[in-house]
Nanobody
Framework: QVQLVESGGGLVQPGGSLRLSCTAS????????MGWFRQAPGTEREFVAT????????LYSGSVKGRFTISRDNAKSTVYLQMNSLKPEDTALYYC???????????????????WGQGTQVTVSS
């Protein structure tokens, strides 16, 4: 079993920045693919970004590419999401998750992830 705890959310004005953190325990973090998802009220959970075990390969959704950066520190068992140039449409509950062992790298459906944090709220508003 893996425990994931997100932090760093909050209220920010359009154009601002936030850095989310997700700290993991209970599984060998350094060998686990990690992902960030988000969910706004009334919508389905949406893929945001993912990073491989070493941090050398990343993948982003088209809506955040160029604005968000995913990174990880295996020594701290933590994955980060740096969010810049935030827009009101980025408002959502943001979750981190561990990739299910054996799942394809190309599969970014929520069902390919097996452990989830409780989420951290990001609100972009003036």
């Amino acid at each position: 079993q893996v425990q994931l705890v997100e932090s760093g959310g909050g209220l920010v004005q359009p154009g601002g920045s936030l850095r989310l953190s997700c700290t993991a325990s209970g599984r060998t973090f350094s060998t686990t693919i990690m992902g960030w998802f988000r969910q706004a009220p009334g919508t389905e959970r949406e893929f945001v970004a993912t990073i491989n075990w070493s941090g050398s390969i990343t993948l982003y959704s088209g809506s955040v590419k160029g604005r968000f950066t995913i990174s990880r520190d295996n020594a701290k068992s933590t994955v980060y999401l740096q969010m810049n140039s935030l827009k009101p449409e980025d408002t959502a509950l943001y979750y981190c998750a561990t990739k299910r062992p054996g799942s394809l790298w190309s599969n970014q459906q929520p069902t390919s992830y097996d452990n989830w944090g409780q989420g951290t709220q990001v609100t972009v508003s003036s």
